[in-house]
């Protein structure tokens, strides 16, 4: 398969024609290989328009979820970036192109494994790594805040107030919020006062978000 004349067509048709228009999003998406995130035998499938498996119940976002929560962080190139759920690594991968540095924290320790490697072949050395995987662990990166952008990989009931608390004076947060099967996609601006300023994107459908304020803390 040609992967390159596969990508093309995927930000053409998919991404483009749906109205993303940030050039550096864009080119992110043509630069990243995305079949290298996905289990072989979904290779020929990596530039579909669909979310994909990539193991541990867990699955890839569809190309247009990843350009359209990226084109609503707004990134500049100086950024620092937190990311919930590393996942294939895939997001981390066109984040890590966009901004200064990226901090990427997964729970599932075979996920983040095979991510790593995936973003050393690419050469993605701006990209811290951890691993929570302790349920109860609560969500996010203290120690490193403040964010000036986060993007949540994972739907959650509300948005967390322990992640707003680590986004800067004029950061974004991009988060899908709703029920476990069902969500919208939130976006929040920080002012530089510290009061949070909500604009609802699309519909979408992400697997749970696990962790203190995650799914585990309903009844």
């Known amino acids: 398969m040609n992967f390159d004349f596969a990508r093309n067509k995927m930000v053409q048709e ?3 024609a749906r109205g993303v228009t940030d050039r550096r999003v864009i080119d992110a998406m043509l630069k990243i290989p995305r079949h290298i995130f996905v289990q ?3 290779a020929l499938q990596a530039y579909s328009d669909t979310a994909l498996p990539i193991g541990e ?10 350009a359209l929560m990226t084109e609503l962080l707004s990134l500049t190139g100086n950024e620092k970036v937190l990311e919930i759920g590393t ?3 895939y997001q981390t991968a066109i984040l890590a192109t966009l901004a200064n540095r990226v901090y990427s924290a997964e729970r599932i320790r075979p996920l983040a494994l095979r991510a790593r490697k995936c973003l050393d072949s ?6 811290m790594l951890r691993i929570n995987d302790n349920e109860g662990s609560p969500i996010g990166w203290d120690e490193e805040a403040p964010f000036d952008a986060i993007i949540v990989t994972a739907g959650a009931p509300s948005v967390p107030s322990i992640l707003t608390e680590q986004l800067a004076a004029g950061g974004r947060l991009v988060i899908p919020v709703g029920t476990d099967s ?8 920080k002012s ?5 300023e909500s604009f609802v994107s699309v519909g979408c459908r992400f697997v749970p978000l696990i962790g203190r304020q995650g799914w585990q803390a309903l009844p």
């Open 122 to 127: 690419l050469k993605l050395f701006n990209v």
């Open 57 to 66: 119940k867990q699955t890839i976002s569809q190309p247009y979820m990843v």
């Open 182 to 189: 069902d969500q919208q996609l939130i976006k929040i601006v």
């Open 192 to 196: 530089s006062v510290g009061e949070l």
């Open 14 to 16: 998919q991404i483009i």
């Open 87 to 89: 996942g294939s690594g």
């Open 40 to 42: 072989e035998a979904f």
